[in-house]
């Protein structure tokens, strides 16, 4: 029953992690549209590959495979992203197509040694620490909406995902026998995933409607500073 609860749970798990993957999807629609690569959170998406690769390769080692078969569509997810942030940077044609040539080669290349040469031991630690980087990242762009008090650096979506992400994947690894390799990354996934989102919240751009609402208040101090100063 245990057993069968679990293989359940994977399932569950599995579905909330395509969220995570489809999320940065809404990000490449933004650059189409506006051409502003900064915007894009690159390093998360380099880092979110690894990640993906190295889960690959760690859930077929130790033949569980919610946690291999979730992370080839994020694989291909956030390499198709990659490539098309590069199209938008500055570079010459025969540049770019090496560049598509060579990321899937150099992920096939990294898989065919990690998985055949490399104890899955080793290849679990790599997953968790590549997971660690990949939570951690989304904490520059904390840092860039603090310092410029405002919200557009991260992306909303992107951190709904990584919050339920993290969350389910966190329970999974309770439920595997405390598997640390899980819980740890992912523990930390959901504390910068909320610290993400009461940032965001906290410099949101207000509607118009708040805005409203902050004119008249602007004005009324205005209109008592006057009245107090025509009474002093």
Not at 178 to 201: E, K, M, R, T
Request: proline residues 3%; negative net charge; glycine residues 4%.
């Amino acid at each position: 029953m245990a057993v069968a609860f679990i293989d359940y749970y994977g399932v569950l798990v599995y579905t909330l992690n395509l969220i995570l993957w489809i999320a940065p999807i809404k990000s490449m629609m933004n650059l189409y549209k506006s051409k502003d690569l900064w915007q894009v959170p690159y390093n998360f998406y380099m880092i979110s590959l690894v990640n993906c690769l190295f889960w690959i390769v760690y859930g077929l080692q130790i033949n569980i495979w919610p946690i291999w078969a979730v992370n080839i569509p994020g694989l291909l997810s956030f390499m198709g992203c990659i490539i098309l942030y590069l199209f938008f940077i500055k570079m010459k044609t025969y540049e770019f197509v090496i560049m598509i040539i060579a990321l899937p080669f150099k992920t096939s290349l990294i898989f065919f040694i990690f998985y055949y040469y490399v104890d899955q031991e080793i290849n679990g630690y790599i997953a968790m620490s590549a997971n660690i980087l990949m939570f951690i990242m989304p904490s520059e762009q904390i840092y860039h909406v603090v310092k410029s008090k405002n919200n557009v650096y991260i992306e909303l979506w992107l951190a709904i995902a990584i919050f339920i992400n993290s969350s389910a994947y966190f329970v999974y690894g309770i439920l595997l026998g405390h598997n640390w390799d899980i819980i740890i990354p992912n523990g930390l996934g959901f504390c910068i995933a909320i610290s993400q989102l009461v940032v965001w919240y906290k410099y949101r751009v207000p509607t118009d409607y708040q805005k409203v609402d902050k004119i008249e208040i602007h004005d009324n101090d205005n209109e008592l500073s006057e009245i107090n100063t025509s009474i002093d």
